[in-house]
């Protein structure tokens, strides 16, 4: 199918002349209409995305992702919206569906499904969830958010007499394009004190702060997630869901030492919150496991890392929370296979070494406990001859 005329390809960009040529070239199976907008790229970004088609608008950057996101919707003249990052491109095999999709007269906005590759050799190593990422240009859907601009209203929100759908197409992030260096941590910080300042009391954004900071090491960061932790202890004293974002806060308080703790919330609790609430994410799980081994309660960190390999073989995890698939995988395999020999249970730890010797990550490591496992068996076959 060719190109949507009625659908434009929109960007925000700043200094991504490598990975833009990819992304344009792929957006442009699906829209005939490209908009870039550049926010004072030095390595020749608009030059590229002119040499493609692509019409540039310049902005000047004032800490807000958001209104350059609308900058780029003030230039489009088409009917539909397709929104993607530079260091991601839409997948060809899928693109046609999303040109499809624009003739459909019912629909306001559709999700696609977003890959996160973290490996450029392995492009199935990653996670996934859907988003909105296609749209008509409607007057009442704009962006929000200095950092992690959204949709609002969301499309799903009732009232604009339009339906919104799930669409079969994919796009991929290609993660392991982007380094996370002090500076873009610095970024971070910077744009999420702004965030706050303009829309206080988004505790998803204080968690996100707070874990940043202790990125920085600054202590700081301690206390603003005391500060999450007393806005959400309300909701856990009521017997309601913790509100969305507040995962890394759990993690968090599973693994810091408790001196470092501050707010109402100590490490009892969040183990009581991951089991009562977290049971499909991987993150905290992986954390709740590392705390019960830890606190030598084998027993327990072996059936969190069972629930991990479960997630991981049937897929039912939160992917939107964003981990290292290792964690529901090998990587939780070897964790398993230690708890076994921890608990003595030589022919369970067995198992599990066995089955990563031919992993690249974990082979080594793997190969020594299962020497450790056989040398254990052969000491209690020796005990038991001599008895």
Known sequence: MPPAAALTACFVARDHARDLPAALAAASLAAAHLVVVDTGSADGTA???????????????????????????????TPWVLWLNPDETLDAATAGRVAAATADPAALAFTLLVQQQLDADRPAYGTANR?????????????????????????DAPGLGLETRELDAVVVRHAYLNEVTPAKIRFTVRLLEAELRDRPGQVARVVELGCNLLLLGDPRGHEVLGEAATTVLPALDRGEAPPQGVAPLIEYLLGVPPEQVRGPLDRAAARRVAAAWYLDAPPVLWALAGDRYVAQDFEIAAKVLARLLELGASGGYAADLGFDPDVVGRGALINLGQCQLQMNRLPEARACFASLLDDPRHGPRAAELLAVVESLARQTLDRERAE
């Open 131 to 155: 988003q909105w990422r296609l749209f008509r240009r409607h007057d009442a859907l704009r962006f929000a958010g200095r950092l992690h601009p959204t949709l609002t209203p969301p499309p």
């Open 47 to 77: 030059d590229v995305a002119r040499a493609h088609g692509a019409t540039v608008v310049a902005f000047a950057w004032a800490d807000d992702f958001a209104a350059a996101c609308n900058a780029a919707l003030d230039a489009v003249t």
